[in-house]
Protein backbone atom coordinates (compact mmCIF):
# COMPACT_ATOMS: atom_id res chain seq x y z
CA UNK A 1 0.00 0.00 0.00
CA UNK A 2 2.76 2.23 0.53
CA UNK A 3 4.12 1.71 -3.08
CA UNK A 4 0.51 2.99 -4.18
CA UNK A 5 0.55 5.63 -2.13
CA UNK A 6 3.83 6.80 -3.14
CA UNK A 7 2.98 6.59 -6.54
CA UNK A 8 -0.16 8.43 -6.37
CA UNK A 9 1.63 11.24 -4.29
CA UNK A 10 4.38 11.16 -7.60
CA UNK A 11 1.66 11.25 -10.33
CA UNK A 12 0.08 14.52 -8.27
CA UNK A 13 2.62 16.47 -7.79
CA UNK A 14 4.71 15.94 -11.69
CA UNK A 15 0.16 16.93 -12.69
CA UNK A 16 -0.06 19.76 -10.65
CA UNK A 17 3.75 20.92 -11.37
CA UNK A 18 2.68 21.45 -15.28
CA UNK A 19 2.30 25.13 -15.20
CA UNK A 20 -1.11 24.83 -17.20
CA UNK A 21 -2.60 22.51 -14.58
CA UNK A 22 -0.92 23.69 -11.31
CA UNK A 23 -1.63 27.20 -11.87
CA UNK A 24 -4.96 27.23 -13.35
CA UNK A 25 -5.84 24.74 -9.74
CA UNK A 26 -4.34 27.24 -7.53
CA UNK A 27 -6.39 29.75 -9.05
CA UNK A 28 -9.60 27.99 -8.39
CA UNK A 29 -8.66 27.00 -5.38
CA UNK A 30 -7.51 29.66 -4.33
CA UNK A 31 -10.48 31.87 -5.06
CA UNK A 32 -12.99 29.74 -3.88
CA UNK A 33 -11.78 29.24 -0.19
CA UNK A 34 -11.83 33.05 -0.13
CA UNK A 35 -15.80 32.88 -0.46
CA UNK A 36 -17.59 31.60 2.40
CA UNK A 37 -17.23 27.76 1.23
CA UNK A 38 -15.03 25.87 3.50
CA UNK A 39 -12.18 24.80 1.56
CA UNK A 40 -8.21 25.63 2.22
CA UNK A 41 -6.10 26.72 -0.85
CA UNK A 42 -2.50 26.18 1.19
CA UNK A 43 -1.88 22.14 0.20
CA UNK A 44 -2.41 23.15 -3.47
CA UNK A 45 -0.14 26.03 -3.24
CA UNK A 46 2.40 24.12 -1.08
CA UNK A 47 1.96 21.02 -3.48
CA UNK A 48 2.87 22.50 -6.75
CA UNK A 49 5.61 25.04 -5.38
CA UNK A 50 6.93 21.42 -3.90
CA UNK A 51 6.91 19.97 -7.29
CA UNK A 52 8.64 22.62 -8.65
CA UNK A 53 10.04 25.14 -6.85
CA UNK A 54 10.94 27.56 -9.63
CA UNK A 55 7.04 27.94 -9.42
CA UNK A 56 7.40 30.05 -5.79
CA UNK A 57 6.69 33.27 -7.09
CA UNK A 58 4.45 32.82 -9.86
CA UNK A 59 1.88 30.23 -7.58
CA UNK A 60 2.24 32.97 -4.63
CA UNK A 61 1.08 35.64 -6.84
CA UNK A 62 -1.54 33.49 -8.59
CA UNK A 63 -2.86 32.39 -5.57
CA UNK A 64 -2.69 35.87 -3.86
CA UNK A 65 -5.04 36.91 -7.20
CA UNK A 66 -7.29 34.05 -6.78
CA UNK A 67 -7.77 34.64 -3.08
CA UNK A 68 -7.92 38.40 -3.20
CA UNK A 69 -10.75 38.10 -6.20
CA UNK A 70 -12.53 35.30 -3.67
CA UNK A 71 -12.46 38.06 -0.84
CA UNK A 72 -13.06 40.74 -2.93
CA UNK A 73 -16.47 38.72 -4.39
CA UNK A 74 -17.43 37.97 -0.54
CA UNK A 75 -17.08 42.02 -0.01
CA UNK A 76 -19.63 42.70 -2.93
CA UNK A 77 -21.99 39.84 -1.18
CA UNK A 78 -21.82 41.78 2.10
CA UNK A 79 -22.41 44.93 0.36
CA UNK A 80 -25.61 43.50 -1.64
CA UNK A 81 -26.85 41.42 1.59
CA UNK A 82 -26.48 45.24 3.53
CA UNK A 83 -29.10 46.92 0.88
CA UNK A 84 -31.35 43.74 1.13
CA UNK A 85 -31.59 43.13 4.78
CA UNK A 86 -31.94 47.23 5.67
CA UNK A 87 -34.42 47.22 3.43
CA UNK A 88 -36.32 44.74 5.53
CA UNK A 89 -35.00 45.11 9.52
CA UNK A 90 -35.45 47.68 12.00
CA UNK A 91 -33.42 46.40 14.54
CA UNK A 92 -29.70 47.12 15.94
CA UNK A 93 -26.90 44.64 14.54
CA UNK A 94 -26.42 41.27 16.30
CA UNK A 95 -22.62 42.15 17.50
CA UNK A 96 -22.51 46.32 17.65
CA UNK A 97 -18.99 45.89 19.71
CA UNK A 98 -17.33 44.01 16.55
CA UNK A 99 -18.80 46.17 14.09
CA UNK A 100 -17.86 49.13 15.86
CA UNK A 101 -14.28 47.72 16.23
CA UNK A 102 -14.23 47.03 12.17
CA UNK A 103 -15.51 50.66 11.74
CA UNK A 104 -12.79 52.30 13.88
CA UNK A 105 -9.71 50.21 11.79
CA UNK A 106 -11.82 50.73 8.30
CA UNK A 107 -10.18 49.25 5.47
CA UNK A 108 -7.70 48.24 7.29
CA UNK A 109 -8.75 45.53 9.41
CA UNK A 110 -8.78 43.32 5.57
CA UNK A 111 -5.43 42.98 6.32
CA UNK A 112 -6.63 39.92 8.40
CA UNK A 113 -8.93 38.83 5.62
CA UNK A 114 -6.25 35.93 5.53
CA UNK A 115 -7.12 34.35 9.12
CA UNK A 116 -8.83 31.20 9.61
CA UNK A 117 -12.62 30.89 10.29
CA UNK A 118 -13.09 34.89 10.54
CA UNK A 119 -11.36 36.23 7.49
CA UNK A 120 -13.86 35.58 5.06
CA UNK A 121 -16.63 36.85 6.73
CA UNK A 122 -14.72 40.19 7.61
CA UNK A 123 -14.34 40.90 3.86
CA UNK A 124 -18.76 39.84 3.67
CA UNK A 125 -18.63 42.70 6.81
CA UNK A 126 -16.26 45.32 4.97
CA UNK A 127 -18.68 45.27 2.43
CA UNK A 128 -21.95 45.32 4.78
CA UNK A 129 -20.88 48.33 6.17
CA UNK A 130 -19.90 50.14 3.17
CA UNK A 131 -16.14 50.03 3.91
CA UNK A 132 -13.77 51.74 0.55
CA UNK A 133 -13.93 49.17 -1.95
CA UNK A 134 -10.23 49.56 -3.28
CA UNK A 135 -8.80 50.45 0.00
CA UNK A 136 -10.29 47.27 1.46
CA UNK A 137 -8.74 45.03 -1.83
CA UNK A 138 -5.24 46.63 -1.49
CA UNK A 139 -5.17 45.48 2.30
CA UNK A 140 -6.97 42.19 1.45
CA UNK A 141 -4.24 41.08 -1.05
CA UNK A 142 -1.55 42.38 1.45
CA UNK A 143 -2.43 40.21 3.52
CA UNK A 144 -3.34 37.26 1.49
CA UNK A 145 -0.11 37.62 0.46
CA UNK A 146 1.92 37.82 2.89
CA UNK A 147 0.15 34.37 4.24
CA UNK A 148 0.85 32.41 1.39
CA UNK A 149 4.96 33.25 1.17
CA UNK A 150 5.20 32.88 4.84
CA UNK A 151 3.22 29.51 4.92
CA UNK A 152 4.69 28.11 1.81
CA UNK A 153 8.59 28.97 2.91
CA UNK A 154 7.73 27.87 6.24
CA UNK A 155 6.18 24.49 4.89
CA UNK A 156 9.02 24.12 2.43
CA UNK A 157 11.52 24.17 5.45
CA UNK A 158 10.13 22.44 7.45
CA UNK A 159 8.36 19.67 5.70
CA UNK A 160 11.71 17.10 4.26
CA UNK A 161 11.63 15.93 0.68
CA UNK A 162 11.70 12.38 2.04
CA UNK A 163 8.02 12.77 3.22
CA UNK A 164 6.62 13.49 0.17
CA UNK A 165 8.44 10.20 -1.94
Given amino acids: MELWLSQFISHLLDTLAVP ?55 WWMGYGAEKAVEAVRHREPPNPRALAWLKRFGPKACVLSWLPIVGDPLCAVAGWLKLP ?11 KFLRFVLYTAALLWLIPETWLT
Fill in 20 to 74: QVGLVAVFVIAFISATLLPLGSEPAVFLVVKADPGLFWPVIAVATVGNTLGGVTS
Fill in 133 to 143: FWPCVGWMALG
